[in-house]
DNA sequence: ATACAGTCGATTTTT
DNA sequence: TCGACTGTAT
């Protein structure tokens, strides 16, 4: 592809770098300047480009790898993007920072910790730490009076945080009239203290606090402004208002002899200002899923003005998906208004048609995902090309119930963590009530795990004396016997602190040396085996007790992994690496799996064939988006974001019905689907096909009036456009099946449309949804809703 | 202090 | 449906 012509911008013909890549990314890799905007639509091959780039600036000698900053969405990507740099540019790639923004930002606040009253052993809070600190908040300022619950104060906390809003501003600004308000307040102030009095950071601080840390002290962020000479973003699309910030903090010219004007601005002396680093953003708004969580998709739509002089690569040549695929995504997204134009295109011609399937349950919607998996198994397609995409972790369920029934192997990604069980997480409090005593809440949570016989009295008593005496509650457990407890009380405390003392030798030794590698598996065995943890597991008569001691020892088995991948790594490092590294990396073992996932943990990944399933209204778009503003765009960029990952086969399915909270509800069909044009999309069974013969009304059909066959329904007679769909409304209206007098009891036999005959084993629920526990003959178990179901009575 | 039962309630996405 | 939480009995 290199022509002579093509405007090579350095003095290089055939570069390895450049090879393969066509014109907009080869000026992305080449481009140099204090700003670039890489607007890299899906499949567009942006990681090549950023990896590329950065090898350019290496191999060019323009950035040595400790002056390059790397940023990422998941730790996942940032794994991916070191091997890829790794293979183009060979062992130098160790000492770039690679990394998401958390863990960056706790590199940072770990070295820099002390300059603002925490420690570098300070504890990072997830959101269920936070959940339960809110609770106790929520509790002591009455605040539920008031209407405010632990979760609604937390998420308002989290966004005004990713606003880089502290409590006292906010409380500045405040409405005090209003006494919910003032609670609220008095409540995010009292998080706040508490946070520093833990010497702990929640998910928002990591970010904020960086920033926080860099204006209150620009010498220090000087240090990190020199360093980095080149920042990178992925996923720039989602980065909320405080990334935003510490981007523009980083890009600052280091100050030098810069002087303080006050309100945290530096009125740079020009003379003492070097270049500010140079910054280049990748991302595409048309994938902006984050909004949610405080994501703000101005931060990529304004960057040109944010960053003037910035340059804008486009990147619109799709290298992944074939045209069909394509042109449904193209076809969905068209309808944000409010966007920019982009169309993907790709030279790899049109492939498959999408296929569409409309189950009459979510049961009935797995099969059809299962079978198909089968037959494209039988051609040859492996398991670990495919994926399953849904919109809640709760569609999960059915979709696995099927997989196992029908021997499919298969992972779920994300959903519950490792490190979500409470075990897990007992056992990090454990060590985390060592390394970072000042954490009350790790204390706290250890304090009666296993059953001590200490209950919330005994909880109280230790709290109160250790504010009486100005002691941490964790050293309040060293004078057990001052606190006037109960003789057994006090015995199991002293022996609880003595655990402790042995644990923190172990991995804090007293003697200032370092801890060897192996302290971490040590230190967590004693503390599991000689607090008596384990043997309450093992002695339990629950069932359950086993699993949670097997996971113990997979804990143990982590911190040993660990020791010999980090050799240098403390116990420090290991809690930081448990708190921020979701699982998701668990990913080398995807071999000969299927892999089901949300749609938005889909994001950034491509599979072979995509199955998206539940392309229903109120579950995409999801009921609760309707309400926010932008919450049906954002669910259509979702969907998109869906179509996109797929590189040759996408299947659309759906279901007419579907049991959500032990309810069965009729559910549509998303308006998404309409948004495709019919020809693109081969229905196996359309909703058009379920009406008919399910006798179901859907309303979407007749809400927007579809001025033509939606569905892509074959047509039983030649389509004569308005006329047809009278009749194919009026066929669909005019047969509403209705059993709703349907008599049922056990033993009775039915004969259904699709599964035969079979024998009623019981009747649940009420009124219209009354269900049918049905065997059939041949089809197995099914649950049928009998109002709707096309059965009838033998 | 703990175990258990029963009610209640709330159900999106996740670094 | 399922899990968390509350109240009661031991």
Not at 7 to 32: K, S
Not at 505 to 522: F, H, K, N, T
Not at 607 to 626: C, K, Q, W, Y
Request: net charge negative.
């Amino acid at each position: 592809m290199a022509h002579p012509h093509d405007a090579p911008l350095v003095p290089t013909d055939r570069d390895p770098l450049l090879d393969g890549l066509n014109e907009p990314q080869r000026e992305a890799v080449l481009h140099r300047g204090p700003a670039l905007l890489i607007v890299a639509g899906a499949g567009s091959g942006k990681t090549r480009v950023l990896t590329h780039r950065i090898a350019s600036l290496l191999r060019s000698r323009e950035a040595w790898p400790s002056q390059i900053l790397a940023i990422t969405f998941t730790n996942k990507a940032a794994g991916e993007m070191r091997e890829r740099v790794e293979e183009l540019v060979g062992e130098q790639a160790k000492g770039m920072w690679i990394s998401t923004f958390h863990s960056a930002c706790v590199r940072i606040l770990r070295r820099e910790a002390e300059q603002f009253g925490f420690t570098k052993a300070f504890t990072i809070y997830d959101s269920g730490d936070v959940r339960a600190l809110m609770k106790r908040l929520v509790k002591e300022h009455e605040a539920d009076a008031y209407g405010l619950t632990p979760a609604s104060t937390q998420a308002r906390i989290s966004m005004l945080k990713n606003e880089l809003q502290d409590a006292d501003a906010y409380a500045r600004q405040a409405n005090m009239t209003d006494p919910a308000e003032r609670v609220f307040v008095e409540i995010f102030q009292d998080y706040t203290r508490r946070l520093r009095q833990a010497n702990a950071f929640d998910f928002d601080d990591l970010l904020a606090q960086t920033v926080y840390l860099f204006r209150a002290f620009p010498q220090v962020a000087d240090v990190y402004r020199r360093r980095f000479r080149h920042i990178l973003v992925d996923e720039y699309q989602d980065t909320n208002h405080a990334q935003y910030q510490l981007i523009r903090e980083l890009t600052k010219p280091a100050s030098g002899e810069g002087v303080d004007v006050g309100d945290g601005m530096i009125a740079l002396i020009p003379d003492a200002a070097e270049a500010g680093a140079s910054l280049t953003v990748v991302g595409d708004s048309d994938q902006s899923i984050y909004a949610f969580r405080g994501a703000d998709i101005r931060n990529i739509t304004e960057f040109e003005r944010d960053f003037p002089g910035a340059r804008v690569v486009l990147l619109e040549q799709n290298y992944r998906s074939s045209q069909n695929i394509l042109d449904a995504a193209n076809a969905v997204i068209s309808n944000n208004f409010d966007r920019k134009d982009k169309k993907l295109w790709t030279d790899q011609g049109a492939g498959h048609t999408v296929i569409g399937f409309t189950g009459y349950s979510q049961h009935d919607e797995a099969q059809f995902v299962a079978d198909e998996i089968e037959s494209l198994r039988s051609s040859s397609v492996g398991y670990d090309d495919i994926a399953v995409f849904y919109r809640t972790n709760s569609q999960s369920r059915a979709l696995e119930e099927i997989f196992i029934r029908s021997a499919i192997p298969y992972r779920i990604m994300g959903g519950t963590k490792f490190y979500d069980r409470a075990e897990i997480k007992d056992a990090l409090a454990y060590l985390v009530a060592v390394v970072n005593p000042a954490d009350e809440m790790a204390v706290r949570r250890i304090l009666n795990k296993p059953k001590r016989g200490i209950g919330a009295v005994t909880e109280t008593n230790i709290a109160r004396f250790a504010a009486d005496n100005d002691l941490t509650f964790r050293d309040a457990l060293a004078h057990a016997g001052e606190i006037g407890l109960g003789p057994k009380q006090q015995k199991v405390l002293d022996h609880l602190d003595a655990v402790l003392r042995e644990a923190q030798e172990i991995l804090l030794p007293a003697s200032g040396d370092d801890a060897p590698p192996s302290a971490v598996a040590e230190g967590m065995q004693v503390l599991l085996n000689r607090s008596g943890y384990l043997d309450a597991l093992r002695q339990s008569q629950d069932p359950q007790d086993e699993a949670r001691v097997e996971n113990l020892d997979e804990l143990v088995a982590v911190t040993r992994e660990f020791a010999r991948n980090n050799p240098d790594g403390t116990v420090i490092d290991f809690l930081t690496e448990v708190a921020l590294v979701a699982d998701s990396d668990n990913l080398d073992d995807a071999s000969g799996t299927v892999s089901l996932m949300t749609l938005h943990t889909a994001k950034g990944l491509e599979f072979d064939t995509v199955f998206l399933t539940g392309v229903e209204e109120d579950l995409i778009p999801h009921r609760i988006s309707a309400g926010e503003p932008g919450g049906p765009q954002e669910e259509r960029r979702l969907f998109y974001v869906g179509i996109t990952r797929a590189r040759q086969r996408l299947f659309l399915s759906l279901a007419m019905t579907r049991a959500q909270f032990g309810e069965v509800s009729v559910a549509m069909p998303s308006r998404f689907l309409q948004e495709i044009p019919a020809g693109l999309v081969d229905w196996r069974q359309s909703p058009g096909d379920v009406n008919s013969r399910g006798g179901m009304r859907s309303r979407a059909l007749n809400a927007t009036a579809p001025r033509e066959n939606r569905w892509g329904v074959k047509p039983l007679e030649p389509s004569r456009s308005k006329a047809s769909l009278a009749e194919f409304t009026n066929r669909v209206t005019g047969k509403v099946r209705d059993n709703g007098d349907l008599e049922l009891d056990p033993g009775d036999r039915i004969r259904h449309d699709d599964f035969g005959e079979g024998v009623v084993d019981a009747i649940t629920g009420q009124g219209a949804k009354r269900i049918a526990h049905v065997r059939f003959d041949s089809a197995g178990a099914k649950k049928l809703l009998i109002k709707v179901a096309p059965i009838e009575k033998l």
